[in-house]
């Protein structure tokens, strides 16, 4: 797979394991983090820490409700959920190409409408930054060569992202929350 479509499949991969875990899937992470002086972190250690994160941080039911209406949002729009459950390999990169910047746009669309996101670190990616004292360590992640105490400096590898406003339509009543996109059955 080349590095695009495979930057393309991570993505979409950690958009809903963040949206649906609070969490980006181990190999990507580990990928990701792959480099020199990164020291990878023992499984069970990581399991102990992935354990603890997801106690403390058990979205509400809304919460969960939200996230389902969220993607039936991005699926009545964009249609995410059908691109993303297709298999592609049969089709051309070109078709593909054109298929993907339809969903983007539409899905784009629906991401401005209803969510306002900001950059956490308002810098230039690939460049270098500082991290102060007293930082949220669940709004900057730092990786590499990790010792010492802030303010540290480092290369910025991802702004980051944060939810400024959300603006979502009132939630559907009961057993409509489950549901990301009605089945549809033409009458004749």
Same mark, same amino acid.
């Given at each position: 797979?080349?590095?695009?479509?495979?930057?393309?499949? #991570?993505?979409?991969?950690? #958009? #809903? &394991? =963040?949206?649906?875990?609070?969490?980006?899937?181990?190999? =990507?992470?580990?990928?990701?983090?792959?480099?020199?002086? *990164?020291?990878?972190? +023992? %499984? $069970?250690?990581?399991? +102990? &820490?992935?354990?603890?994160?997801?106690? $403390? !941080?058990?979205?509400? %039911? !809304?919460?969960?409700?939200?996230?389902?209406?969220?993607?039936?949002?991005?699926?009545?729009?964009?249609?995410?959920?059908?691109?993303? *459950?297709?298999?592609? &390999?049969?089709?051309?990169? *070109?078709? /593909?190409?054109?298929? @993907?910047? *339809?969903?983007?746009?539409?899905?784009?669309? @629906? /991401?401005?409408?209803?969510?306002?996101?900001?950059?956490?670190?308002?810098?230039?990616?690939?460049?270098?930054?500082?991290?102060?004292?007293?930082?949220?360590?669940?709004? =900057?992640? /730092? =990786?590499?060569?990790? +010792?010492? !105490?802030?303010?540290?400096?480092?290369? /910025?590898?991802?702004?980051?992202?944060? @939810?400024?406003?959300?603006?979502?339509?009132?939630?559907?009543?009961?057993?409509?929350?489950?549901?990301? $996109?009605?089945?549809?059955? !033409?009458? &004749?």
């Amino acid at each position: 797979m080349n590095g695009f479509w495979e930057r393309l499949v #991570f993505a979409f991969r950690c #958009f #809903f &394991s =963040i949206l649906f875990h609070a969490e980006i899937p181990n190999d =990507i992470a580990e990928k990701a983090l792959k480099g020199p002086g *990164t020291a990878p972190q +023992a %499984p $069970a250690a990581q399991t +102990a &820490s992935n354990a603890r994160l997801k106690e $403390a !941080e058990r979205p509400a %039911p !809304e919460a969960f409700d939200r996230a389902i209406q969220m993607l039936a949002l991005l699926q009545r729009d964009g249609r995410l959920i059908d691109f993303l *459950t297709e298999n592609i &390999s049969a089709y051309p990169d *070109t078709q /593909l190409g054109a298929a @993907v910047r *339809t969903i983007h746009d539409t899905c784009r669309q @629906v /991401l401005d409408q209803y969510v306002k996101l900001e950059p956490i670190l308002d810098s230039e990616e690939d460049q270098p930054v500082t991290v102060q004292a007293g930082f949220d360590p669940a709004a =900057i992640k /730092l =990786i590499g060569n990790v +010792a010492g !105490e802030p303010p540290v400096r480092g290369m /910025l590898r991802h702004k980051g992202w944060r @939810v400024r406003e959300a603006n979502l339509p009132p939630l559907p009543q009961a057993a409509g929350r489950m549901v990301v $996109a009605p089945a549809e059955v !033409e009458l &004749s």
